[in-house]
Every structure is written in structure tokens, then in C-alpha cells.
């Protein structure tokens, strides 16, 4: 079930016992953060939380459930938190929402794109890596072939720029709007890189000390 702020808040501050899990999602992750700890405060200072992650739950999707439904060592309260919670954790609460029992209250805080960031690092190398060929890669290949054919400066600044340079802010606004935002997410890597880029070739590639009248003055 889909709730409002208010429900969430009134929810988190009394769990009812016919709600096994509560999934914290959208941009404000800081919201998201503050809201969880409403349960935190609900469940008292002496429960014990038992902290989970994505990888866990992908390397065995029963813990959760199993978590979900035991008893405190203690005696006391008990609930799970769960970070970093991505695809890959669907089996795990698939099997939570399915067991016969959980009396533990599960909560996740995932932020807009948290999984692809902070589950998949190897995605995220290979997009890094993509888009820094893409735009170091081609801007100095380019930059290097002008100065060889003996292209004037005037000539080579905006070859260089037109080469690399893409509006990938537009382009991450359209993946979020028709995709979703987990689309947005290469967009946004090449966005980031492009800034690098426009900081690398004013300090180093076309710094004004290479400029020719700055040479001829010298």
C-alpha cells in the first residue's frame, strides 16, 4: 500500500502488527533518513536492530524472513533496517511477504538510483570508464590530429569542444521522464565527467598561457 507523509509518520510511530514492511523511496533521501528514525524511536532505545544490505539479501534471500520472525536474544524488541537494497533483494522480500509469520518490522531507505551507485559498483567503473574514453579519449585524440594538420587555435578550441561536449542534462531529463530514473543514471555519469573535462581543457589543454599571443609575448 501506497502512503502519504502523514500515514508513514503515524505508521512508523506505532507499527501495526499487520505491516511487515516499510520501503522509504524517493529523492529527499534525507527525509527518507528522518522518517526511519520515527521507527527507531518507536521500537525503543533497548530493541535490537539487525542491519542488512543488498548483497546479503542477494546471497541469501531467506535471512530477511527468517530475521523478520525470530525472537530478540534479550528479550527485548526487534526490527531490521535494511541499506543499499536494489533488485537484486525482490526474492528476499518476496519471501518476507509470503511467510507465515514476521513479527519484526522491516524498513529500507532507497534513494532514486541508490542501488546502481552503491549495489552494482562494477556497473558504475564501466560507465565511468566509458565516458571518460568517450570525452578524454576523443577530446585529446582530436585536440593532437589538429595540431598535427597545423589547424589554427581559433579552429581547433571549438573542434575539440563540438567533439566531446553533449547536452547529456537533457538527455538524463528524458531518460527519467519516459524510462525512469534508473535510466537517468549513464546520462548523469557523463554529465559529471563532461564537467571534468571543461576543467581539464581550461587548465591544461587550452590555458591561456598556450594561447599564441600569450607565447609571442613572452
Keep these: 500500500m501506497k502512503a502519504n ?32 528514525k520515527r521507527l527507531e524511536r518507536a521500537m525503543g532505545p533497548q530493541a535490537e536492530r539487525i542491519d542488512l544490505d543488498g548483497a546479503a539479501l542477494r546471497d541469501d534471500p531467506a535471512r530477511l524472513a527468517d ?5 530478540s536474544m534479550f528479550g527485548d524488541r526487534r526490527w ?13 522480500l518476496t519471501a518476507l511477504l509470503e511467510a507465515s509469520v514476521a513479527g519484526n518490522p522491516v524498513i529500507a531507505v532507497a534513494g ?3 542501488s546502481v551507485f552503491f549495489g552494482e559498483p562494477g556497473l558504475l567503473a564501466a560507465l565511468v570508464a566509458v565516458a571518460a574514453v568517450k570525452t578524454f579519449g576523443v577530446g585529446i585524440a582530436v585536440e593532437r590530429y589538429g595540431r598535427r594538420r597545423g589547424a589554427a587555435w581559433e579552429r581547433r578550441v571549438p573542434a575539440v569542444l563540438f567533439a566531446t561536449h553533449k547536452n547529456t542534462g537533457m538527455a ?14 549513464p546520462a548523469t555519469v557523463c554529465m559529471t565527467v ?20 600569450a607565447s609571442t609575448a613572452a
Excluded: C, H
Design 67 to 71: 530475521e523478520a520472525a525470530s525472537f
Design 194 to 213: 563532461d564537467i571534468a573535462w571543461l576543467i581539464y581543457v581550461s587548465r591544461f589543454t587550452f590555458s591561456r598561457s598556450k594561447r599564441p599571443e
Design 112 to 114: 532514486a538510483n541508490r
Design 5 to 36: 507523509r502523514g500515514q508513514m509518520e503515524r505508521a512508523l510511530d506505532a507499527p501495526p502488527a499487520d505491516v511487515r514492511f516499510f520501503l522509504l523511496y524517493g529523492p529527499d533521501e534525507a527525509g527518507s533518513q528522518a522518517l526511519a
Design 172 to 185: 538524463a531529463a528524458l531518460a527519467m521522464a519516459l524510462l525512469g530514473p534508473e535510466a537517468a543514471v
Design 80 to 92: 531490521v533496517r535494511i541499506s543499499g537494497m536494489g533488485e537484486e533483494s525482490v526474492p528476499a
